[in-house]
C-alpha cells in the first residue's frame, strides 16, 4: 500500500516552531481531507487536525495545519515538552480505496 | 465517557486464526465508519481495514486483502476483526478507531489497542 511521504526526524529547540510536511499525489493529499495524529509511545494516537486544517475540541491553538496541491503542513508554535511524539498524517487515497498514512515523523523538543 | 475497548489479541502460530473484538460506547455507534489500525514493533502505523456505518461497505489493505475478515454487530455496539492465515509480520498492536464523520475526515477517537503477536 503506497504511503504519503514524511521526513523521518524533525528537531526544535523548546518555544520555537516546528513545521511537519506530509507529501502525497492527487490520489491522495491533493484531493481528499488530511488528518494529523499525535502519538506518543504506549498510548493510542491522538487527532490533532483533520479536513485539512480543522482542530479537534480541546487541542491546543498552537497546533495548526494547512494544504497546498499535493503536500499537508502541521505548525506547531511555542514547543512544549509534551510536543515531543510521533506524529502522521493521514488521507484517504482514492486509487487504492485505503486509507494510507504517512511513515511518521518523530518531533525531539530540545 | 466516550471510548473504544479492543480485545482478543494474544500468541498465535503462524497460519493460525484469531478475532479482534472492538467494544463502543458513550456514542453512536451505528453512525460512523470503523477502522482497525496496526503499529508492529519499531514501526509506523499502519491502515488495515475499514466498514462503512450500515455494514455494506468494506475495504482492506493489500497486506490483509483476502486473509482478514472486518464486521461490525450494531445493535451491540461492537466492531470484529477476523484475521486468518496469520504470518508473522502480522506481529503489532492492532487499534480501532472511530471516523470522524462521512467523507473521509480522519480517526478522531482511538481505543488502546490489543497486542498480537505470531510467532512459533
Known amino acids: 500500500q503506497a504511503g504519503l511521504t514524511q521526513p523521518p526526524s524533525v528537531s526544535k529547540d523548546l518555544g520555537q516552531t516546528a513545521t511537519l510536511t506530509c507529501t502525497g499525489n492527487?490520489?491522495?493529499?491533493?484531493?481528499?481531507?488530511v488528518a494529523w495524529l499525535q502519538h506518543h509511545q504506549g498510548h493510542p494516537p491522538k487527532l490533532v487536525s483533520y479536513?485539512?486544517?480543522n482542530r479537534p475540541s480541546g487541542i491546543s491553538e498552537r497546533f495548526s495545519a494547512s494544504r497546498s496541491g499535493n503536500t499537508a503542513s502541521l505548525t506547531i508554535t511555542g514547543l512544549q515538552p509534551e510536543d515531543e511524539a510521533d506524529y502522521y498524517c493521514s488521507t484517504w487515497d482514492t486509487g487504492l480505496s485505503g486509507w494510507v498514512f504517512g511513515g511518521g515523523t518523530k518531533l525531539t523538543v530540545l | 465517557e466516550v471510548q473504544l475497548l479492543e480485545s482478543g489479541g494474544g500468541l498465535v502460530q503462524p497460519g493460525g486464526s484469531l478475532r479482534l473484538s472492538c467494544a463502543a460506547s458513550g456514542l453512536t455507534f451505528s453512525t460512523y465508519g470503523m477502522n482497525w489500525a496496526r503499529q508492529a514493533p519499531g514501526k509506523g502505523l499502519e491502515w488495515v481495514s475499514g466498514?462503512?456505518?450500515?455494514?455494506?461497505?468494506?475495504y482492506y489493505a493489500d497486506s490483509v486483502k483476502g486473509r482478514f475478515a472486518i464486521s461490525r454487530d450494531n445493535p451491540k455496539n461492537t466492531l470484529f476483526l477476523q484475521m486468518t492465515s496469520l504470518r508473522a509480520e502480522d506481529t503489532a498492536i492492532y487499534y480501532c478507531?472511530?471516523?470522524?464523520?462521512?467523507?473521509?475526515?480522519?480517526?478522531?477517537?482511538w481505543g488502546q489497542g490489543t497486542v498480537v503477536t505470531v510467532s512459533s
Open positions: 466498514i462503512s456505518d450500515n455494514g455494506e461497505r468494506t
Open positions: 479536513r485539512n486544517d
Open positions: 492527487s490520489n491522495n493529499v491533493g484531493n481528499q481531507g
Open positions: 478507531a472511530k471516523e470522524e464523520g462521512p467523507g473521509w475526515g480522519g480517526f478522531d477517537l
